[in-house]
């Protein structure tokens, strides 16, 4: 899709027909020329051109809808809203349709998932855990969603969002640990002007922006005390004030929240509210991080080999059996945000389409992912693994042989066979198991 850039009617002209664009976007703001004047002539041009515009606060918002907006974005702009608002509105520039089309999300495989409300895994616990989030999409509840940074939380709350009754609606993310208290209190339940220096207009915040929608609060973990009973008034009584201002607003939003903390810890160590927590927590989900579900790897680095593709408008044809194997063989403590890493820098790296594993470059596990039974694994790995930790917890290689239900020279050979460095005790019979 062609991009440009423009400042005045006249330069419309230069562009030839609009139609070949998928979306416009234009700050309400932009001080070369009148907006609301730009705004108009791209409507009168192209009347179909989807219209994305920046605003500061809701009376831009409200004369930016009136010169024919289709949709505004608050500033400070929060970017991965913006960036889900402009994939929703961009109309496909193939189409000869009369009305706008908007351009499709491709439909993504494996744990990755995507902001149309995709998510899936071949991990049976992963599995239980979205059976229970598609049956509580549709309600009003709270759900809290926990697990280490990394491993989808963020895209599982897209996902439940988008299987709502609100999908239509927006969904509006609130970083909690990224501002000041002063300026996330203001983020979130937004400030009139005058009420502290610096805000010299009325900003709605992200409480009104998600009207009608989903509210997400990304790490609630650290949202300071002082305004965690205001969070609390929101979910309790759906109303809140904003900065400044004492007369009280209705808010019709659903709270989503997610945290890679403990939070009865955080509870009993007088960080976190009591009663906030129970008003979060009436489902939670914690999401088990990627060592702990190897048979989703390789679908998600897939789906992010192919993403990153898009990007570098290339065609990646996925990994071969030497670089899948050393993917999943990495315990990945980064969890899905490591991996992106690991596949962007090769797919950058590389000339080739299909990632080789001199593409890459894994670190070396601080531990081995431990074989599950029921995992994608082979007899021989579980079985070396069994025996590895029956020997570990005995003291001789008779013992271990007893726990086993084989004789020693047995488990001897097995382990000989499977190249497992021998223990001191091992050693010490190897002699007697040799010769039994």
Known sequence: MEACGVQTPDDLQTLGALGKFGVGMLDWEMKAHDASSLLSALRTIEPELPLVVLVSDETEQAAAQAAGATACVMKPVDVDRLQ??????????????????????PAPRGVQGSSKGQFTSQNPTVKRILETAWRVAPTTASVLLLGENGTGKTILAEAIHQRS????EPFVTV???????????????????????????????????AEGGTLFLDEVGDLPLDIQPKLLRLLQDRVYERVGESRSRQANVRIIAATNRNLAAEVKAGRFREDLYYRLNVISLELPPLRERPEDILDAANHLLRSIGDDLHREFRGFTPLAGEALQSYDWPGNLRELRNVVERAAILSDRDILDLADFEIPTSTHAATPQVGSYVSLAKIEEEHIR??????TTLEHAA???GIDKSTLYRKRKRQHSPLSDFEFANETAACAG
Do not use: W, Y
């Open 389 to 394: 930790q029956v020997i570990e917890r005995t």
């Open 165 to 168: 009754n609100r999908a239509k």
């Open 402 to 404: 007893r726990i086993l």
């Open 175 to 209: 970083n909690c640990p990224c501002l000041k208290r002063e300026l996330l209190e203001s983020e979130l339940f937004g400030h009139v002007r005058g009420s502290f220096t610096g805000a010299i207009s009325d900003a709605m915040g992200k409480v009104a922006a």
């Open 84 to 105: 889900s608002i402009l994939r929703e509105q961009a109309r496909s520039p193939e189409s000869n349709r009369g009305a706008a089309a908007l351009s499709p999300t």
